[in-house]
T-cell receptor, first 116, second 116 residues
Framework: AQTVTQSQPEMSVQEAETVTLSCTYD???????LFWYKQPPSRQMILVIR??????QNATENRFSVNFQKAAKSFSLKISDSQLGDAAMYFC?????????????FGKGTRLHILP | EAGVTQFPSHSVIEKGQTVTLRCDPI?????LYWYRRVMGKEIKFLLH????????ESGMPNNRFLAERTGGTYSTLKVQPAELEDSGVYFC??????????????FGEGSRLTVL
């Protein structure tokens, strides 16, 4: 069975600093999607960044980037120049295929605190 | 364009009572998912509709849970009778079956259920 593991329940970072959130997953598939979703307090969960497993290049979205290590089944999220608005729960997620109707599996989440 | 909306945002009921949660997906999204997050645990998949059909209901915990999506528009998730362990946040998400296949799910804000 596919699983997603986030080993850091909570993390804190000083504003303007860089923080890395860890995620590992287990799968026997070769072509899949990985995601990081963000849920601010009392707000909807939104997609931060995604990575297609067949792409070797790490995805980046402005201050957010990932370190995708396919062999190690690791998918960490780096947030540069942390801002107060980055405070949220971050969920690592996995979808085993590129089929539109396949479900997404989530980890337990990491609560990120930004210290002013 | 309206996002995914869920109602109620918070429900407090006694053990043994019935609760019905509603989800209105983004207009035109064929895929509708229900997820649940119990405090401190992962966001767990419950089921997936494609239009009005149940594509995958492997995550439904037991027969006290009944999900419907009549007409392929909004969906309801009924819990009857509710038990203490049903407490948690129930998320609804939707995605389209046309357009760019980004794999992204669009989430509602969730319905928090507290069973006393």
């Amino acid at each position: 069975a596919q699983t997603v593991t986030q080993s850091q329940p909570e993390m804190s970072v000083q504003e303007a600093e860089t923080v890395t959130l860890s995620c590992t997953y287990d799968t026997s598939e070769s072509d899949y999607y990985l995601f990081w979703y963000k849920q601010p307090p009392s707000r909807q969960m939104i997609l931060v960044i995604r990575q297609e497993a067949y792409k070797q290049q790490n995805a980046t979205e402005n201050r957010f980037s990932v370190n995708f290590q396919k062999a190690a089944k690791s998918f960490s999220l780096k947030i540069s120049d942390s801002q107060l608005g980055d405070a949220a729960m971050y969920f690592c997620a996995y979808r085993r295929t590129r089929n539109r109707d396949d479900k997404i599996i989530f980890g337990k989440g990491t609560r990120l605190h930004i210290l002013p | 364009e309206a996002g995914v909306t869920q109602f109620p945002s918070h429900s407090v009921i006694e053990k043994g009572q019935t609760v019905t949660l509603r989800c209105d997906p983004i207009s035109g999204h064929d895929n509708l998912y229900w997820y649940r997050r119990v405090m401190g645990k992962e966001i767990k998949f419950l089921l997936h509709f494609v239009k009005e059909s149940k594509q995958d209901e492997s995550g439904m915990p037991n027969n006290r849970f009944l999900a419907e999506r009549t007409g392929g528009t909004y969906s309801t998730l009924k819990v009857q009778p509710a038990e203490l362990e049903d407490s948690g946040v129930y998320f609804c998400a939707s995605s389209p079956n046309s357009g760019p296949n980004t794999g992204e799910l669009f989430f509602g804000e969730g319905s928090r259920l507290t069973v006393l």
